[in-house]
Nanobody, 124 residues
Framework: EVHLVESGGGLVQAGGSLRLSCVAS????????IGWFRQAPGKEREGVSC????????FYVGSVKGRFTISSDNAKNTVYLQMNSVKPEDTGVYYC?????????????????WGQGTQVTVSS
């Protein structure tokens, strides 16, 4: 059973940085793609960035390319999302997800229920 615990959200000023963490358990970490999704108020949830820990391949949605970096620490079963140069439009609830979908995870979304996520608020 996929179990994911998100942390690291908070309030940050525009232009600042934040690092989100997702600790995974219940599955073989390297066999899954793991990623971050976000949902802004009044908007649909979107895939922000995903990674395949087995080979380090990554996906980024266009609006965060060059600003966000996803990484994994396979020894700790943890995926990080380093958010730099944040903008008010990055505000939302950020969710971690995992599935055996490879690069399609960020497009299709996971087949497991969403967790509680972590709130990121960027003030202008």
């Amino acid at each position: 059973e996929v179990h994911l615990v998100e942390s690291g959200g908070g309030l940050v000023q525009a232009g600042g940085s934040l690092r989100l963490s997702c600790v995974a358990s219940g599955f073989t970490f390297e066999d899954y793609a793991i990623g971050w999704f976000r949902q802004a108020p009044g908007k649909e949830r979107e895939g922000v960035s995903c990674i395949s820990p087995s080979d380090g391949s990554t996906f980024y949605v266009g609006s965060v390319k060059g600003r966000f970096t996803i990484s994994s620490d396979n020894a700790k079963n943890t995926v990080y999302l380093q958010m730099n140069s944040v903008k008010p439009e990055d505000t939302g609830v950020y969710y971690c997800a995992a599935d055996r979908l490879g690069k399609r995870l960020c497009i299709l979304g996971p087949r497991h229920p969403w967790g509680q996520g972590t709130q990121v608020t960027v003030s202008s």
